[in-house]
Nanobody, 125 residues
């Protein structure tokens, strides 16, 4: 079992930045795929970014210029740095984990095996 806990959400003005954290614990394998998703009210969940244990990163094209996924090598913590935030970035952001093949294949966007409870991001005008 893998436990994921997100933090770092909050309210920020448009144009600002936030850094979200995802702390992983439990039986996380040495080969993994960690991804960030988001879901706004009334909208479908969408993938934001993914990081595989092979060092590769994947992004949804529309977010790649403003969002960066990274990992704290000392701990099982992943980050999502979000810059130039826009009103449409308002959503609950979720961290998810699965096997590394999901990152390699690009199928992470359809969802992974373990999920956190999410952290709310609100962008104001």
């Amino acid at each position: 079992q893998v436990k994921l806990v997100e933090s770092g959400g909050g309210s920020v003005q448009a144009g600002g930045s936030l850094r979200l954290s995802c702390a992983a614990s439990g039986n996380i394998a040495s080969t993994y795929c960690i991804a960030w998703f988001r879901q706004a009210p009334g909208k479908e969940r969408e993938g934001v970014a993914a990081a595989g244990s092979d060092g590769k990163r994947g992004y949804t094209t529309s977010m790649e210029a403003r969002f960066t996924i990274s990992k704290d090598n000392a701990e099982n913590t992943w980050y999502l740095q979000m810059n130039s935030l826009q009103l449409e970035d308002s959503a609950t952001y979720y961290c998810a984990a699965g096997e590394v093949i999901r990152c390699v294949s690009g199928s992470w966007k359809s969802g992974l095996d373990y999920w956190g409870k999410g952290t709310l991001v609100t962008i104001g005008s």
